[in-house]
């Protein structure tokens, strides 16, 4: 069965750093690829997602990923967050095969500070 | 304008007591999940729907139960609801298994 690995569960950042949060996964296959963001106290919001094609992605307020079929990964970058990105991000796949399911990582919690 | 809407937003509830969360989209999709999402843990698939009448277990579905009557709608039967029932849980509607899930506002609730 696959899986969604985020190695960080907690990132700190200044205002103006650069962000990079790491998604792994396991499958062999073809896969569509999501980033998720949450804010505190809302639901689930769609970043950026990856099915085919450039494998760098970009998404909603400067936020872009990278697709490195070789490594398994789909890490989320951003050259420059605002205390407003201080949220939690969800890293997620579907197998690109049939009706299969949305597997979610165990999410990575980003607070910037001022 | 395109939403899932689930309610109650909050509930506090007690062990035994039979309750029930609705999930309604009005995105004409036919894909449906519920899923829980706890510290540390990430979002966890209870069960979903991907038709009318076409309901299978997710991950996590023990002490659960759900329907799918119609396609707008997909509620969350807690019928002995326990306290490690307590959690937030999310409705996501799409337009089919694979592809982008839109969520609900999520539902927070406490078994004591």
């Known amino acids: 069965a696959q899986s969604v690995s985020q190695h960080n569960h907690h990132v700190i950042l200044s205002e103006a750093a650069s962000l990079e949060l790491g998604c792994n996964y396991s499958y062999g296959g073809t896969v569509n690829l999501f980033w998720y963001v949450q804010y505190p106290g809302q639901h689930l919001q769609l970043l950026l997602k990856?099915?085919?094609?450039?494998?760098l992605v970009k998404g909603i307020k400067g936020f872009e990923a990278e697709f490195i079929k070789s490594k398994f990964s789909f890490n989320l970058r951003k050259p420059s967050v605002q205390w407003s990105d201080t949220a939690e991000y969800f890293c997620?796949?579907?197998?690109?095969?049939?009706?299969?399911?949305?597997?979610f990582g165990k999410g990575t919690r980003l607070s910037v500070i001022a | 304008e395109a939403q899932v809407t689930q309610n109650p937003r909050y509930l506090i509830t007690v062990t035994g007591k039979k309750l029930t969360v609705t999930c309604s989209q009005n995105?004409?999709?036919?894909?449906m999940s519920w899923y829980r999402q706890d510290p540390g843990l990430g979002l966890r698939q209870i069960y979903y729907s991907m038709n009318v009448e076409v309901t299978d277990k997710g991950d996590v579905p023990e002490g659960y139960k759900v329907s799918r009557k119609e396609k707008r709608n997909f509620p969350l039967i807690l019928e002995s609801p326990s306290p490690n029932q307590t959690s937030l849980y999310f409705c996501a509607s799409s337009p089919n298994r694979g592809r982008v899930a839109f969520f609900g506002q999520g539902t927070r609730l406490t078994v004591v």
């Open positions: 990856y099915f085919s094609g450039d494998p």
């Open positions: 997620a796949l579907t197998r690109n095969s049939g009706n299969t399911p949305l597997v």
């Open positions: 995105m004409n999709h036919e894909y």
